[in-house]
């Protein structure tokens, strides 16, 4: 592709050595995946460095970004992490109470090497032994499954009693209006509150849950809470138990969410995902990231609606880490679509209008053009007749390159995903 572009990129195999590369990249001070990439497409880069190393290095040493940023994996292969148990009662002594008090702690080094600054993927499932070519060697760090929450990690919620059920419902009933019905069920279910709250029901499933939550306001969970005894909540945790729902529903399942168009948009909604992780149940990094990545689209829809009076709400007061992080995700999709520069051989004209001069693409398909200039694949769940298939022609590679619009074949090679759904997430 080097010789074929005429950008003289390095083949496979001349890069320079993977233990090599990444001792120059952690010297840049980068925080992200995002502003390697940014980096990346600077004259600053070195030529032997890869501008994607999660795939020039996949065979040879990658194991992930903030291993190779310096910014949260432990670097060296060797060394072991203490024990889940062991580690999960050093935490615990530490009194850390909030996940943003957890994330403080690790930036001020204190915490001993043995302990993971990420044990939500070092103790968990998801978490994969890795076989490194050239030896025998691989990483002390095997799939143990045993992480259970932030929660369970911090000591804060080991065992939902009825007490601290109905406390959750207190703390959770004036948020209910900003949250979505998927938002909501993932709070219950990472934090593992939900199975005491069917159990409370009378064994109901998690969309009895949900109901209760959505048009009563949790009021029938209360009374039922308030009516039981201790051993009737607690008896599914009697034998160990897993405090997690097992069963996501499907999608049939989940009903429309209720919220109005720009909901999310609101300095409440926007505020809300610093809320929810301030409160002593915490939320895991996936879902605070799922809540980011819906206000961050609520944003967008309501930035199409009604323009720039919409972003009042990103002003209205606040300072979270996950507010500043809305806002600036936002801010930067935002420039990134306004700036994408319009390839020559755009050429698109509405029907009946085909004489007169092209017609610009629309800030979706800008915005879809220019997310996909930063990531590899996008799901554009944009409505009918928003212009999706046009979207995905602007940021085909091809096509960005100044390519034909006639020598195009759209599906597959924009990394676009497209349906007719009510949001782009």
């Given at each position: 592709m080097g010789d074929w572009l005429g950008n003289d990129t390095l083949r496979r195999g001349q890069w320079r050595p993977f233990e090599e590369a990444r001792v120059f990249v952690r010297s840049?001070?980068?925080e992200s995946s995002a502003q390697w990439f940014e980096y990346a497409r600077s004259d600053k880069k070195p030529r032997d460095i890869p501008s994607s190393p999660h795939e020039s290095y996949a065979k040879s040493g990658w194991i992930s970004w903030g291993d190779w940023l310096g910014t949260g994996y432990v670097a060296n292969q060797r060394r072991e992490y203490r024990p889940f148990e062991e580690a999960r009662a050093f935490v615990r002594s530490l009194g850390i109470r909030y996940t943003e008090e957890w994330r403080e702690y690790v930036?001020?080094?204190?915490?001993?090497?043995?302990?993971?600054?990420?044990?939500?993927?070092v103790y968990s499932n998801r978490w994969k032994r890795?076989?490194?070519?050239?030896?025998?060697?691989?990483?002390?760090?095997?799939?143990?499954?045993?992480?259970?929450?932030?929660?369970?990690?911090?000591?804060?919620?080991?065992?939902?009693?009825?007490?601290?059920?109905?406390?959750?419902?207190e703390d959770l009933r004036p948020r209910l209006k900003d949250l979505e019905e998927t938002e909501l069920y993932l709070i219950l279910q990472q934090g593992g509150a939900l199975p005491g709250l069917k159990k409370a029901l009378g064994s109901t499933t998690a969309l009895g849950v949900l109901q209760d939550l959505q048009v009563n306001d949790g009021r029938e969970l209360e009374a039922a809470l308030e009516a039981a005894a201790e051993e009737e909540v607690l008896e599914d945790y009697a034998d160990g138990a897993e405090a997690l729902e097992v069963h996501t529903p499907e999608d049939a399942?989940?009903?429309?969410?209720?919220?109005?168009?720009?909901?999310?948009?609101?300095p409440e909604a926007l505020r809300l995902v610093d809320d929810l992780a301030g409160l002593h149940y915490g939320l895991d990094d996936e879902t605070a990231q799922y809540l980011v990545d819906n206000r961050v689209a609520g944003l967008w829809e309501a930035y199409t609606d009604a323009g720039e009076a919409a972003l009042g709400a990103l002003s209205d007061g606040g300072d979270g880490h996950y507010l500043r992080l809305i806002r600036e995700r936002f801010s930067t999709e935002l420039e990134g679509a306004k700036s994408l520069p319009i390839p020559a051989g755009w050429a698109f004209r509405p029907p009946r209008r085909e004489h007169e001069a092209p017609t610009p693409p629309n800030l979706m398909q800008s915005r879809t053009a220019y997310m996909l200039?930063?990531?590899?694949?996008?799901g554009n769940w944009s409505g009918v007749g928003s212009g999706k298939t046009l979207s995905g022609i602007l940021a085909s590679p091809g096509y960005r390159a100044q390519a034909h619009p006639g020598d195009l074949q759209q599906s597959n090679r924009s990394g676009v995903v497209q349906g007719d759904q009510k949001r782009l997430p």
């Open positions: 840049l001070g980068l930036k001020s080094g204190k915490e001993p090497d043995d302990i993971p600054a990420n044990p939500d993927e890795r076989q490194h070519s050239g030896g025998e060697h691989t990483n002390a760090i095997e799939a143990q499954g045993e992480w259970r929450g932030w929660a369970d990690w911090l000591g804060v919620v080991s065992i939902w009693s009825r007490p601290t059920l109905l406390a959750f419902l399942e989940l009903h429309e969410d209720p919220l109005e168009s720009g909901t999310l948009a609101t200039s930063i990531r590899k694949r996008l």
